[in-house]
Nanobody, 126 residues
Framework: QVQVVESGGGLVQPGGSLRLSCTAS????????IAWFRQAPGKEREGVSC????????YAIDSVKGRFTISRDNAKNTVTLQMNSLKPEDTAVYYC???????????????????WGKGTLVTVSS
């Protein structure tokens, strides 16, 4: 049984940083693109960032570019989302998802994700 687990969420002040981690049991992340999504209260889930397999090419939505960095450590079966310069509008539950393909190049909508974690809450507030 595949279990995707996120960790690293919490409460942080505006301008602060958090590092989210995603790992999976029963599944090797090496062969799949991995994406982070988030869902703020009262809003739809949105894709935040995606990282491919072969060249580790990554994508991010405009609102987090320059602030969030996605990376993967295949040896540790882990994908990380480093979030810097956090803003109150970044407050959301963040989800890690395993994409059914190996590259994000052709789109990475939530409907193409194969497995999901239960999410970790990030709250940015003073």
């Amino acid at each position: 049984q595949v279990q995707v687990v996120e960790s690293g969420g919490g409460l942080v002040q505006p301008g602060g940083s958090l590092r989210l981690s995603c790992t999976a049991s029963g599944f090797t992340l090496v062969y799949n693109a991995i994406a982070w999504f988030r869902q703020a209260p009262g809003k739809e889930r949105e894709g935040v960032s995606c990282i491919s397999v072969s060249d580790a090419r990554s994508y991010a939505i405009d609102s987090v570019k320059g602030r969030f960095t996605i990376s993967r450590d295949n040896a540790k079966n882990t994908v990380t989302l480093q979030m810097n310069s956090l803003k109150p509008e970044d407050t959301a539950v963040y989800y890690c998802a395993i994409y059914s393909g190996s590259t994000c190049d052709y789109g990475w909508t939530q409907y193409a994700m194969e497995y999901w974690g239960k999410g970790t809450l990030v709250t940015v507030s003073s």
